[in-house]
């Protein structure tokens, strides 16, 4: 189950225990735990009756099996988790195993307490350690949530310290605590997220705070375990500059590298293959071996296939199994320069290797992962192809054609396009870049060679010079990405969306018929309103702008706007639209963009000034009296606020998170601040300005309003609305979905219900909003956009 301690005085060890306090494994645990427990606290405290939804459904699909299986499970579940919890113990102490001993004792300690502490907050029913009503043969639910705060806890500190099939027995063990607590309570499972959640932040917590011992192979452990499969070193070999997994040594046939491929890399790996084979089609994404063996394994195959070819590769010495489990593959040396480090690429460099190229491609060997970083030139001049982790033998035409197209892209990047293009004609003919010209798109490249190619003018002179050479026609490009990440992200935010919108539908022929029946005089208002938010982004436009912005024109763009969001994220397209107005109209990109930015900037200010006057507003009159009873407590408000800024504080740490900041947050703060201080020293352009980004918003409070009051509500305040609207509205309006279809729906009806507007109302009341803000507009929207684009205002 563990490692046993190696004896240290027989010889040096062959491994050595590296504590890491910040590791970023255990940092990325915790992110996604607190993620899960700020999720259970919110759906705890403001979708309880989806919650109950749930768990009904759960019941009746649990009320289909025998009740003897579930006592059966229930039992056998039972005794292993007391075994494990009795026989653990005595296990670690036996193995001398006493900081994982120390860690458990302390994730079983600290978790069920955190999870008390939390049950201590009002308004969350299903937090409760009490006896639910059960439905298998115990009558109580089991376990506890407290226990499976504990358990989860226990198995995030505890796995660090397991073998793969340990820890898959673990986590499995926990799944069925999960699975039986569900099954056996007829309360809503929203307390197995907040427990697993607690446990999951605790448990990595502890790892964060006391740190992980991890087990790295050393030099003489590279040496013994090569030793063993026939391959002696003279003396312990040397690691790598820049790498802790990346060895030189020395045998009796010269100088050798050997790459140690440790599970945690090989798990890396599988989690990159699988996303990279459902995003990308076509370039020939295959499933990872099944262990890190077998993946070093077909490497080395693959190596001594293209070598038994005549392909320049390095030769294959040894395979070898370290007693851990890490897989060492030991090649012989190259002793040259990557092609990417040099200055020139001469004429022999290049034929060279597309020489290598057409005797790996001959061989049916596609690279896959070809850049000049995967190329290699030795003292002698000659040209070697390194790196074949992520070769696949037996390729077809399109597999070969990538990899032509990525060459072809790398070596443009350098030589320009016509030498690498007369290169790769002398050695593979027209028919081969023919084939590859499809495939010169920026998404199937690498992120090196990409770069590259954007620094060097793009890749639209290559295809140029591609079908000059060829006479081939007009390509037509691959599509290489079945989707982006963002697509991910908004069909997320439909699903959320849609679930939550659901259970109000039961009230849609009500809301129909309230529909029906509104008011003609309030509805003409809620156009109104709505005309009065182009009209206020017009004069923000021109207030914020140096230089003359006809007013008209400018209101006219703003209709277009509203087209362009349908397929457009939220405030992405207004702003790129505003700017290119700008640009046509003659100002330089700099001011389009500082202008657009001042206007941007004042919106928010304004917004931010308005929220707060109406804050004050119902703070001093009781507007919100009644309705601030039925919000959650101050303790819960405020469990929910650290949890946002624990995630706020975990991202600030990421290094890389940082730098995304300081290269694009910060100078579009600075350019807003440089465009706001031209807009100040004009009065006009400022009182134009502040007019027209005071109107944006408060069209839209209006709008919400008359909404609710066509559907005949008159109880509910024009505050309460308007604080509505400037909240929960504009945070529903950041959603990445276009226009934040769905998502603004669902925020605004659980807020106007939430301050008294009844369901049936609230519904239509939405609808007519979003019906007259977002919807009615598209149609002018477009007619605009095309007229604008026709007289080249666009």
Not at 80 to 85: E, G, Q, R, S, V
Not at 624 to 638: I, K, M, N, R, Y
Request: aromatic content about 6%.
């Amino acid at each position: 189950m563990l490692d046993a301690p190696s004896d240290a005085a027989a010889a040096p060890p062959m491994y050595v225990d590296v504590r890491h306090r910040r590791s970023f494994r255990d940092g990325q645990a915790g992110f996604g735990w607190l993620i899960v427990f700020v999720a259970g606290l919110l759906f705890a405290t403001v979708a309880g009756a989806t919650m109950s939804g749930i768990a009904d459904d759960v019941q009746q699909g649990i009320g289909r099996v025998p009740r003897s299986v579930l006592g059966v499970v229930l039992v056998l579940v039972q005794v292993t988790y007391i075994l494990a919890l009795l026989v653990t113990p005595l296990v670690l102490l036996v193995m001398r195993r006493f900081a994982m001993l120390a860690r458990g004792a302390l994730a079983l300690s600290l978790a069920p307490f955190a999870f008390w502490l939390v049950q201590l907050l009002p308004q969350i029913p299903s937090a409760s350690l009490g006896v639910d009503d059960a439905v298998d043969l115990t009558k109580v639910s089991w376990p506890p949530t407290s226990v499976l705060a504990g358990c989860t806890a226990l198995a995030v500190t505890a796995t660090g310290g397991l073998r793969r099939p340990w820890r898959r027995a673990v986590w499995f063990l926990l799944g069925l605590l999960i699975a039986l607590r569900v099954v056996t309570s007829a309360s809503a499972p929203v307390d197995v997220v907040i427990a697993v959640g607690i446990g999951g932040v605790v448990g990595s917590g502890i790892m964060l705070a006391l740190g992980r011992t991890a087990g790295r192979l050393t030099p003489h452990g590279v040496r013994v375990t090569l030793a063993g499969s026939g391959l002696p070193l003279a003396g312990d070999p040397e690691p790598r500059a820049g790498t802790r997994w990346t060895f030189r040594g020395t045998a009796d046939e010269g100088p050798v590298d050997i790459r140690v491929l440790e599970e945690h890399r090989w798990s890396s790996a599988r989690l990159d293959e699988a996303y990279r084979r459902l995003r990308w089609r076509d370039v020939g994404e295959t499933s990872v071996d099944p262990d890190p063996l077998r993946l070093v394994t077909t490497e080395a195959m693959t190596l001594l296939l293209a070598a038994s070819r005549a392909v320049r590769v390095p030769t294959v010495r040894a395979v070898a199994t370290a007693p851990r489990g890490e897989s060492l593959l030991a090649v012989d040396a190259v002793d040259g320069v990557l092609l990417s480090d040099l200055d020139e690429l001469s004429a022999d460099v290049l034929a060279g290797a597309w020489a290598q190229i057409v005797l790996l491609h001959d061989a049916g060997i596609a690279h896959r992962e070809l850049d000049l970083t995967r190329l290699s030139l030795d003292s002698s001049g000659a040209v070697w192809v390194t790196d074949l982790d992520h070769a696949q033998p037996a390729a077809n035409a399109a597999l070969l054609a990538w990899d032509v197209a990525a060459l072809l892209a790398a070596t443009s990047a350098v030589v320009g396009p016509e030498r690498a293009v007369a290169a790769a004609d002398d050695a593979l003919g027209h028919a081969a870049l023919t084939l590859a010209l499809p495939r010169l798109v920026p998404g199937s490249l690498s992120t090196r060679t990409r770069a590259a190619v954007k620094a060097a003018g793009g890749i639209a002179p290559l295809v140029d010079e591609v079908r000059r050479v060829t006479g081939a026609a007009e390509p037509d490009f691959q599509t290489v990405a079945r989707f982006k990440p963002r697509t991910l992200v908004v069909a997320a935010f439909l699903a959320i969306a849609v679930y939550f919108l659901a259970p109000q539908f039961a009230d849609l022929p009500r809301s129909i018929t309230a529909l029906g029946g509104a008011d003609p005089w309030w509805a003409g208002a809620v156009l109104l309103a709505s005309a009065a938010t182009y009209l206020g982004a017009a004069l923000g436009l021109a207030g914020g702008t140096p230089g003359r912005v006809p007013v008209g024109e400018a209101a006219s763009v703003a209709v277009a706007s509203s087209f362009v969001a349908t397929f457009s994220p939220p405030g992405v397209g207004q702003v790129g639209l505003n700017i290119r107005y700008l640009q046509k109209r003659g100002f330089v990109t700099p001011v389009a963009v500082s202008s657009s930015a001042a206007k941007e900037t004042a919106v928010l200010v304004v917004h931010l000034l308005l929220l707060s006057t109406f804050a004050v507003v119902a703070g001093s009159t009781g507007a919100l009296t009644d309705e601030l009873h039925s919000l959650p407590p101050a303790g819960v408000v405020l469990a929910i606020v650290a949890g946002v800024l624990a995630l706020v504080g975990v991202a600030l740490a990421i290094p890389r998170v940082r730098r995304l900041l300081r290269a694009w947050l910060v100078p579009a703060v600075r350019s807003s601040v440089d465009a706001m201080r031209i807009v100040v020293s004009s009065p006009v352009k400022l009182v134009t300005l502040l007019l027209g980004v005071s109107l944006l918003p408060l069209g839209y409070v209006f709008a919400l309003y008359f909404s609710v009051r066509a559907m005949g509500v008159d109880s509910t305040t024009f505050v309460a609305v308007a604080l509505v609207s400037l909240t929960a509205g504009a945070v529903a309006t950041a959603a990445p979905t276009p226009g934040g279809v769905g998502v603004v729906e669902a925020v605004l009806l659980a807020s106007l219900t939430g301050i008294g507007v009844p369901s049936g109302p609230a519904l239509a009341a939405v609808l007519l909003y979003r019906v007259a803000t977002f919807w009615l507009p598209i149609l002018p929207g477009f007619v605009s956009f095309r007229v604008l684009t026709r007289r080249s205002v666009l």
